[in-house]
């Protein structure tokens, strides 16, 4: 039996499941709970550690584990609870929960995930609050219009103004942080070279996809939600759709797919013969989009920018 340890993160404590003797454990979710889970980790024989992505509650254990070279896999929350309740295993409750993060491991065999630089977790935040602040600027944005009162106005004008200059502020942090990281740096600057990705599509997509250039087309495709999954069964045969992936970065795409089909000679010429064919617009716009995000995996492996006849 692998020493496979599950654990359940919440704000203030750590819920650990060690499977190969069916112990539970509780940590305090802070500097001292989480040097104490990694003494404890210290005498086990390459332990792996499985954890769900809880934003900001996993990031501290996240750093800790890869610090002291503790091997661990991040799962996706949805994944484990459909594992859990393809089990049979309704309840959920943090020992519950970390007991079945082991088991999922242990039924399919997870592997250690490579540990993100520093870089990637302090992008991520910032284009996290970017995020927001944009959903904000767009929800003002409508009330501005719906208001009638001067005085609501005037304040729901400043308020705009606010996030406006915060997310540019924002905008110019994420871009120092690109130009103080060579790698990072020449990443950017080769999504920059292909005609429809801008600034924000660009690091969107080096902080929602960082294994961007070390993985096959079709992963690509796959991570950015853009690939069909059949659907067939016997001699029935449906239609295919997309589904899965990575939803922020399909979404980053969709503007810039739009920008490419203007632009960018290669795949305007991709989208004006997928028309004629007499596809619906919107599998059109996503063949772009899955263009977009293969060239781009292309030629961040390659190492070169972008020049026609590439798409």
């Known amino acids: ?46 332990p792996l550690v499985v954890f769900e992505a809880t934003g900001a509650y996993h990031r501290r254990l996240e750093a800790s584990l890869a610090k002291h070279a503790v091997h661990f896999h991040k799962i996706n929350p949805r994944q484990s609870r459909r594992f859990a309740e393809a089990t049979g295993r309704l309840a959920k409750t943090d020992r519950v929960d970390a007991a079945m993060l082991a088991r999922m491991a242990a039924a399919l065999s997870l592997s250690p995930q490579t540990p993100k630089a520093e870089t990637h977790h302090d992008l991520r935040e910032l284009l996290v609050a970017r995020r927001a602040l944009v959903k904000d600027l767009a929800t003002g944005k409508a009330r501005e219009k719906r208001a ?132 619906p617009a919107k599998v059109v716009i996503t063949a772009v989009m899955r263009k977009l995000i293969v060239l781009s995996n292309i030629l961040v492996a390659a190492g070169r920018e972008w020049s026609p006849n590439q798409a």
């Open 1 to 46: 039996m692998r020493n496979i340890i599950g654990v359940d993160i919440s704000k203030d404590r750590l819920d650990v499941f060690a499977l190969a003797d069916r112990t539970y454990h509780q940590f305090a979710n802070d500097q001292h709970g989480i040097r104490a889970l990694i003494r404890q980790l210290g005498k086990l024989d390459q």
């Open 148 to 279: 009638l009162q001067p005085v609501v106005r005037r304040q729901i004008t400043k308020r705009l103004r606010l996030a406006e200059s915060q997310i540019a502020e924002l905008e110019r942090e994420i871009l120092d942080r690109i130009n103080d990281d060579p790698e990072l740096c020449a990443r950017f600057n080769i999504l920059l070279s292909i005609p429809g990705i801008s600034e924000i599509t660009a690091f969107t997509m080096l902080v929602e996809m960082p294994e961007l250039g070390t993985m096959s087309n079709k992963q690509a495709a796959s991570l950015a939600r853009l690939a069909p999954v059949s659907r067939q069964s016997g001699k029935w045969q449906g239609k295919e759709h997309i589904r899965g992936g990575r939803r922020e970065l399909r979404r980053a795409l969709y503007m810039p797919a739009l920008s490419a089909m203007r632009f960018n000679p290669d795949l305007k010429t991709m989208s004006e013969t997928l028309a004629a064919r007499g596809k």
